[in-house]
């Protein structure tokens, strides 16, 4: 089984930064992507950002220009760095893993933007 803990999510002004970190533990041989949704209140969830366990990355559109995500493979934890934070960009944000042919994911962490 693997386990997956998020954590950098909080309260933060508009325009500030936030760091979000997820590292899995247990039965890891090699993480293949790893990566970010979010659920915004009253919305679905959607795609924030992936890494390829080669390091290619992408963001989704809304987010691209502030949005960093990296991956530290010595620790199986993969980051998100936002910054100049947006009211919208309100979320519980789920970090995921891939491993063989299966997706893992955390339990989420909230990010709120408010001023």
């Known amino acids: 089984q693997v386990h997956l803990v998020e954590s950098g999510g909080g309260l933060v002004q508009p325009g500030g930064s936030l760091r979000l970190s997820c590292a899995a533990s247990?039965?890891?041989?090699?993480?293949?992507?790893m990566g970010w949704h979010r659920q915004a209140p009253g919305k679905q969830r959607e795609w924030v950002a992936t890494?390829?366990?080669?390091?290619?990355?992408d963001t989704t559109d809304s987010v691209k220009d502030r949005v960093t995500i990296s991956r530290d493979d010595a620790k199986n934890t993969v980051f998100l760095q936002m910054n100049s934070l947006k009211l919208e960009d309100t979320a519980v944000y789920y970090c995921?893993?891939?491993?063989?042919?299966?997706?893992?994911w955390g339990q989420g962490t909230q990010v709120t933007v408010s001023s």
């Open positions: 890494i390829t366990g080669r390091g290619n990355t």
């Open positions: 995921f893993v891939q491993l063989g042919g299966n997706i893992f």
């Open positions: 247990g039965n890891i041989v090699s993480i293949g992507a």
